[in-house]
């Protein structure tokens, strides 16, 4: 069943992997999001990972993840009578999110201001790499390029490495979901007054917004902070983040403040086991950490905590992630197994809560499993709404139901290449 | 009287670090009337942390809070204390929305679920965000963004190989879940708008994440491979990656490059001054086939080179590529300048501080932030005379038993 929590609007969704999370969203809240593709497909359907590794138009994974539930039609954009079919469109639709490069919709006569004449209910998203006044408001964008622009990749990384992105690339996502917050505080008045708008994400400032603390300190502290592996140079010191157990890794911190009850309670357990050594079980914990301090200062308290994250490292190597995390959770420690794909999909939390939800892809003959509702609503659930669409899937219904074309007129433009 | 979008709406914001103010930021500068309410016996662990003005460590002195508490007004309210709850529950009517993100048991402990609450203004919205939801065995797991982003998988891609993980930095969940967490919010705004009805939101920090890794399980669930970290490679571009170039000033500075085909890489090598290349790496193939030794090639023709300059000359080619910008780069950085990205405003204690600006533009109702973040209880006495209508001598009295400050 459709969510009814934005029930009745449409959007219309002519971006790549540029945006292609605004759309899912808004597929999840209950919009009909139509997928406005060049007759060749989208270049979503070209980014690996392959169904069965076997690269085709209707198996990108990645594809299948960010489109599903939304409608795709073709249409060439290049032709006259495709810039008309779009214009009809837009008269019937509530949002429109772009990531071409700036100016190609003007180019095209399809920029926004040639559009609100048409609809001015019309919200109008276009997402862009940096913007639309700066030296680089042309530039080309990778994610891996945005990733670095923004602040995120240089501390990511070994000293003198270089710095690295995911391997699941994340800037364009942020881009994508900013484009949804925008949209709907947008839509917000909209409702009331019936007035849409021109909206310009950047791509580059989402990136910065996952720094967290560390874009004023240059300013306020007079440096910058460097990339350190697992360490963190965050809020002072140099800790470890991220250690080695039996079968991977767990994140864990040994630290004073918010992590003084956490770094008690696993030499707690060490003793429990016999496997603090003789400093820390006799000593009665640690000498520099404190409920309110974060960190030691001095160089012999420095020390200590290398002796301890040394200690804590031997014993975590004894240890599955998955007995880490049980005690993780019964003993309320701050850590988590750095999980995988496997680990995530057998979590008993998300089977709980019915998190992942399966559709049937109809055209592949297949059941594709989906992360579920980024919120649970209590009176408009929301969720993936189907699978992605084969190519074209709903030329017919757009084009016949929502235009009111014939058959025959249909027929016609397929052959004419327009869609 | 403002035409911001939210011009109106008001929000009683219990939420605390960084989801939840994040999310209520959004709304702040559109113009909603978000109260912060803070406890001062359980602070804002934020308000703990740096950087802080003139690195001088102070609840009122850090930038960490202030970035994400913009356009907002501050209630410091005890509500460990049972006159703090009649006062929250006495302003309660007045909201249109109240948000929290504790563990669960803590709203519980005061007696305050939605239930309870919607008794009271029986259309209000309610959301709750904490790490792994509402109900479920692991409803009451504590963390951080930190410890979610190992958990939701984002740790394990990230490194040069599965023995050498390098993590995102920061709370980096924190700055995916307040997106979607807002939509959710201003999308029950406006059903409340067409059908009288309120709701309750359940957010999972967990749940929202998993979104930034679709792909990821999607794949495993349709063909059981588990992702792993792969450095720079990608399937798609090549070559793909972070290339050091000449030092500056004693910094380094890298560029990160990624080239979509072979015209594009012939642009490179123009760019580059057409020095001698390996004959293998003419074609995408040929370059896949090794992409060690071509990184390695690329690393020397960049090295030579600065990023910015290099940057100008391989985008006028067509080649996507840009410096890695450090923290103190993003200060100079003449996009983000030409954006109007950085702000500075003049805190009541800190005075004037460097604030980040909204990651987007709108043309008819653009908003921003209004007015620094508050100190604590700036706006205590304005709020409660405002709202409740109380008297200075009962504001007086309630300081004295320490129910507010």
Same mark, same amino acid.
């Given at each position: 069943m459709r969510s009814v929590l934005l029930d009745g609007m449409r959007m219309l969704d002519l971006t790549d992997e540029k945006g292609a999370l605004c759309g899912k969203m808004f597929a999840d809240m209950g919009a009909e999001v139509i997928k406005v593709e060049p007759p060749q497909g989208c270049s979503t359907r070209r980014i690996p990972p392959f169904l069965d590794d076997e690269p085709g138009l209707e198996h990108s994974l990645y594809f299948l993840a960010f489109q599903a539930g939304k409608r795709s039609i073709t249409l060439n954009l290049e032709s006259a009578e495709g810039r008309e079919l779009l214009k009809q469109l837009v008269k019937r639709s509530d949002f429109l999110v772009e990531?071409?490069?700036?100016? %190609?919709?003007?180019?095209?006569?399809?920029?926004?201001?040639?559009?609100a004449e048409l609809n001015p209910r019309l919200i109008?998203?276009?997402?862009?790499?940096?913007?639309?006044?700066?030296?680089?408001?042309? %530039?080309?964008?990778a994610d891996i390029v945005s990733w670095a622009s923004g602040g995120a990749m240089f501390l990511m990384g070994q000293e003198g490495r270089p710095p690295l992105q995911m391997s699941v690339p994340q800037a364009w996502l942020h881009a994508g979901a900013e484009a949804a917050v925008a949209s709907m505080i947008a839509h917000y008045p909209r409702q009331a007054d019936g007035l849409g708008q021109h909206i310009v994400v950047n791509a580059q400032a989402c990136v910065v917004w996952t720094l967290m603390n560390e874009q004023a300190m240059p300013l306020l502290h007079g440096d910058y902070l460097r990339r350190s592996g697992v360490f963190t140079g965050a809020i002072g010191g140099r800790r470890k983040t991220v250690y080695q157990c039996k079968d991977g890794h767990v994140s864990f911190l040994i630290a004073g403040g918010a992590y003084f009850n956490s770094t008690n309670a696993v030499i707690a357990w060490m003793k429990e086991e016999g496997a603090a050594p003789a400093w820390l079980a006799e000593g009665g914990g640690l000498k520099t950490l404190t409920p309110s301090g974060f960190m030691a200062a001095s160089a012999a308290d420095l020390k200590e905590l290398d002796d301890a994250e040394e200690a804590v490292q031997s014993f975590f190597l004894t240890k599955t992630k998955k007995e880490l995390w049980q005690n993780i959770l019964q003993r309320r420690l701050f850590g988590a197994p750095l999980a995988n794909a496997a680990d995530i999909a057998d979590d008993a939390q998300l089977k709980a809560r019915d998190y992942f939800v399966t559709v049937d892809h109809a055209g592949l003959g297949r059941k594709f499993t989906l992360p579920g509702a980024f919120a649970k609503m209590s009176e408009t659930p929301v969720g993936p709404q189907g699978a992605a669409p084969q190519l074209g899937q709903h030329n017919r219904e757009i084009y016949g139901g929502l235009l009111g074309l014939s058959k025959t007129e249909i027929v016609e433009l397929r052959a004419a290449g327009i869609i | 009287?403002?035409?911001?979008?939210?011009?109106?709406?008001?929000i009683l914001d219990f939420t605390w670090y960084a989801v939840g103010p994040v999310t209520t930021k959004y709304f702040a500068d559109y113009g909603a009337d978000v109260v912060r309410i803070e406890s001062a016996a359980r602070l804002d662990g934020l308000r703990l942390a740096p950087p802080w003005k003139d690195a001088h460590p102070g609840v009122n002195n850090s930038q960490f809070f202030a970035s994400f508490n913009t356009s907002k007004r501050g209630l410091a309210l005890d509500m460990s204390k049972p006159r703090a709850r009649e006062i929250f529950l006495k302003m309660l009517p007045w909201a249109d929305v109240v948000t929290e993100s504790f563990t669960p048991k803590t709203l519980r402990n005061w007696g305050l679920d939605y239930a309870s609450m919607r008794a009271i203004k029986p259309d209000l919205i309610m959301l709750s965000t904490c790490m792994q939801g509402q109900t479920g065995p692991h409803r009451d797991y504590p963390g951080f963004g930190n410890l979610m982003a190992a958990l939701s998988g984002f740790y394990h891609i990230s490194g040069y190989s599965e023995a050498e993980p390098c993590p995102p930095y920061g709370a980096y969940t924190d700055f995916i879940a307040p997106r979607f967490s807002a939509c959710a919010l201003i999308a029950a705004l406006d059903y409340r708008r067409r059908t009288g009805k309120g709701q309750f939101i359940d957010m999972a920090q967990y749940e #929202?994440?998993?979104?930034?890794?679709?792909?990821?399980?999607?794949?495993?669930?349709?063909?059981?491979?588990?992702?792993?970290?792969?450095?720079?490679?990608?399937?798609?571009?090549?070559?793909?990656?972070?290339?050091?170039?000449?030092?500056?000033?004693?910094?380094?500075?890298?560029? #990160?490059?990624?080239? #979509?085909?072979?015209?594009?890489?012939?642009?490179?090598?123009? !760019?580059?001054?057409n020095p001698? !290349?390996?004959?293998?790496? #003419?074609?995408?193939?040929?370059?896949?086939?090794?992409q060690a030794a071509l990184d390695e090639f690329v690393g020397s023709i960049v090295r030579t080179r600065g990023a910015d300059e290099l940057t100008v000359a391989l985008q006028a080619a067509g080649v996507s590529a840009y410096p890695v910008q450090n923290c103190m780069d993003l200060h100079r950085d003449e996009n983000?300048?030409?954006?109007?990205?950085?702000?500075?405003?003049?805190?009541?204690?800190?005075?004037?501080?460097?604030?980040?600006?909204?990651?987007?533009?709108m043309s008819r109702t653009p908003g921003g932030l209004q007015r620094p973040a508050p100190a604590l209880g700036q706006h205590t006495d304005e709020v409660l005379g405002e709202i409740l209508g109380m008297a200075a001598a009962e504001i007086e009295e309630l300081k004295r038993e320490k129910v507010i400050y």
């Open positions: 990531a071409f490069p700036l100016g %190609y919709l003007e180019s095209l006569g399809l920029g926004y201001d040639t559009l109008h998203a276009s997402i862009t790499p940096f913007g639309d006044k700066g030296p680089g408001k042309d %530039y080309k964008a | 009287m403002s035409h911001l979008p939210f011009a109106g709406i008001r #929202a994440s998993l979104h930034n890794v679709a792909p990821m399980l999607v794949d495993y669930f349709a063909s059981g491979r588990v992702l792993g970290p792969t450095g720079n490679r990608s399937e798609r571009y090549t070559p793909h990656g972070a290339y050091r170039c000449t030092d500056e000033d004693g910094h380094e500075r890298w560029i #990160a490059i990624a080239v #979509a085909d072979d015209s594009e890489w012939q642009a490179l090598i123009a !760019v580059m001054g001698p !290349v390996d004959a293998r790496f #003419a074609t995408m193939l040929g370059r896949f086939h090794d983000l300048e030409a954006f109007g990205f950085w702000h500075w405003l003049d805190h009541k204690e800190m005075g004037p501080s460097p604030y980040e600006g909204l990651e987007h533009r």
